[in-house]
């Protein structure tokens, strides 16, 4: 079990590592994301970029990627604490991407993937909570931050048993959005905008 436990973990680093916003707009005849706008391949900074359907498109790969290791790994009866360390891994490969220089994202949608199997009713609070916060202040980078510090509470709440990985998950989220906070603070961070 620990050597299948290890390939899935690669394999969930690898799949992160599966840029879909730098594929999309490759695929598009767009910019690279990651030298535009916020230079953040994602889905926010895609949306300043193109359109709703594009941002939409690189949205749900952003989302599956994390999803499909944690779900396979779930039903191959993998404990509870590996399975926060595969989420972990696939963030990582999107942050940390090993085919697009390491320069990647910041890994909000792939860790919603990577919640995901834990239940529907997680991801509709987690969602309700991102879109909630988003349209209150505009600010895409602290809807993700409260998104995520509410995460363990949720999980708490719904399924006890997966805290500890998603505490994992949401440090790792917090900690990538450390220049965010930062300009948040200083009141220098980007709002959400569209063409």
């Excluded at 995460?151 to 708490?156: D, E, I, K, L, N």
């Excluded at 500890?164 to 949401?170: A, E, G, K, R, V």
């Amino acid at each position: 079990m620990l050597l299948l436990t290890l390939a899935i973990i690669i394999v969930a680093y690898l799949l992160g590592s599966i840029s879909s916003a730098i594929i999309v707009c490759r695929m598009l005849g767009l910019p690279d994301p990651r030298t535009t706008g916020s230079n953040n391949p994602g889905t926010t900074n895609v949306l300043r970029m193109s359109n709703k359907i594009t941002a939409a498109t690189v949205l749900f790969l952003d989302i599956i990627k994390g999803t499909i290791p944690v779900w396979g790994a779930y039903f191959l009866q993998v404990e509870p604490f590996y399975l926060g360390i595969i989420g972990v891994a696939a963030c990582l490969g999107h942050m940390y991407p090993i085919f697009f220089d390491f320069k990647g994202g910041k890994a909000v949608a792939t860790a919603l993937g990577t919640l995901l199997p834990i239940g529907l009713g997680l991801g509709a609070l987690l969602i309700i909570t991102w879109i909630c916060v988003a349209k209150l202040t505009k600010y895409s980078s602290l809807a993700a931050i409260v998104t995520v510090s509410f995460a363990p509470v949720y999980v708490f709440l719904l399924k006890p048993l997966y805290v500890y990985p998603t505490l994992m998950l949401s440090a790792l989220i917090i900690w990538r959005h450390k220049d965010n906070i930062s300009r948040l603070l200083k009141g220098t961070e980007s709002k959400i905008s569209t063409k």
